[in-house]
């Protein structure tokens, strides 16, 4: 089975912008997560969706936000963007919902702000 | 709440040597917990994962978890390290592990292994 993919690999933006990832998840996986990783912060939980439904949300701004298409596809957006925002977005996938289903990540998208 | 603690942030064995990598966690719950790994500019690869079935769990590339409720601890080792183990290793728990998917990771620990 193909892995967990995003696009774009590597973005460039400036601070103001918006921005749309995309993430398609492991072929019969229905939840998808995403996780932001910095260097001061680690990685945090940004959002997860099982069925197109957001199931759980991290402590995040409204600016970022996300959806699920009916083929489990997701995408999240970040609108305004901040240099704070420059990270690298990760992607998960897993069969169920719940850690229950383990997840697999994907090489997620790197954006940089300027 | 859940959380993890890696105990160290920095460790350098030499090639052939065991590994030991840290890891304490905290739960209201009986926790799902895991160790994942991820090289420079890749994304989180499964080393293991451990859901109460046995304390001690197998993942791969020689890696071996023991769950010690006792101790609150996770710890991850490898009897003999290789060149190609230098990464970085993060401990997650589950924030509830019949719920949701969300998971709360350590803040890493970065492996270096010498020749």
């Known amino acids: 089975k193909a892995g967990v993919t995003q696009t774009p690999r590597y973005l460039i933006k400036t601070r103001g912008q918006q921005v749309t990832l995309s993430c398609s998840p492991i072929s019969g996986h229905r939840s998808v997560s995403w996780y932001q990783q910095t260097p001061g912060q680690g990685l945090q939980f940004l959002f997860e969706y099982f069925s197109e439904t957001q199931r759980n949300k991290g402590n995040f701004p409204g600016r970022f936000s996300g959806r699920q298409f009916s083929n489990s596809r997701s995408e999240m957006n970040v609108s305004t963007l901040e240099l704070g925002d420059s990270a690298l977005y990760l992607c998960?996938?897993?069969?169920?919902?719940?850690?229950?289903?383990?997840?697999?990540f994907g090489p997620g998208t790197r954006l940089l702000v300027l | 709440a859940q959380s993890v603690t890696q105990l160290d942030s920095h460790v350098s064995v030499s090639e052939g040597t065991p590994v030991l990598l840290r890891c304490n966690y905290s739960?209201?719950?009986?926790?799902?917990l895991f160790w994942y790994v991820q090289h420079p500019n890749k994304g989180l690869q499964l080393l293991l994962k451990y859901t109460s079935a046995a304390t001690l769990v197998k993942g791969i590339n020689g890696f071996e978890a023991e769950f010690k409720k006792s101790e609150t601890s996770f710890h991850l080792t490898k009897p003999s390290a290789h060149m190609s183990d230098a990464a970085e290793y993060f401990c997650v728990v589950s924030e509830d592990p019949g719920n949701t998917g969300k998971l709360i990771f350590g803040q890493g620990t970065t492996l270096q292994v010498k020749p």
């Open positions: 739960s209201s719950y009986s926790p799902s």
């Open positions: 998960a996938s897993s069969v169920g919902q719940g850690a229950a289903g383990t997840q697999y």
